[in-house]
Nanobody
Framework: VQLQASGGGLVQTGGSLRLSCAAS????????MGWFRQAPGKEREFVAA???????YYADAVKGRLTISRDIARNTVYLQMNSLRFEDTAVYYC?????????????????WGQGTLVTVSS
């Protein structure tokens, strides 16, 4: 599986962005898809994950503001980001893991995209 993330950019506090992650491979539906982020000087952390198309999981810091979704037909997973805060500034990575169990650790995931930068100005 190859993953290509896009959609990052500069946005003001309170604004919105939608990240996309396009996946190659005909077995896209078999993977759990996740988003992670890495802020400057910090470790990469879990943001959200989705199993199939209707079972999402979120980190506490983003619940109610970020929404993960998945379009099987387009082989794409999205991260809708609303009410953005300065502390959401980070490089966002999409990832895919084999199997059906949700993973919230970096080592749970088998494939990674290249990352897209989100900068929230205060």
């Amino acid at each position: 599986v190859q993953l290509q993330a896009s959609g990052g950019g500069l946005v003001q506090t309170g604004g919105s962005l939608r990240l996309s992650c396009a996946a190659s491979g005909q077995t896209f539906r078999a993977y759990v898809m996740g988003w992670f982020r890495q802020a400057p000087g910090k470790e990469r952390e879990f943001v959200a994950a989705i199993r199939w198309t209707t079972i999402p999981y979120y980190a506490d810091a983003v619940k109610g503001r970020l929404t993960i979704s998945r379009d099987i037909a387009r082989n794409t997973v999205y991260l809708q980001m609303n009410s953005l805060r300065f502390e959401d500034t980070a490089v966002y990575y999409c990832a895919a893991k084999n199997g059906v169990e949700i993973g919230m650790q970096i080592y749970d995931y088998d494939y990674w995209g290249q990352g897209t930068l989100v900068t929230v100005s205060s």
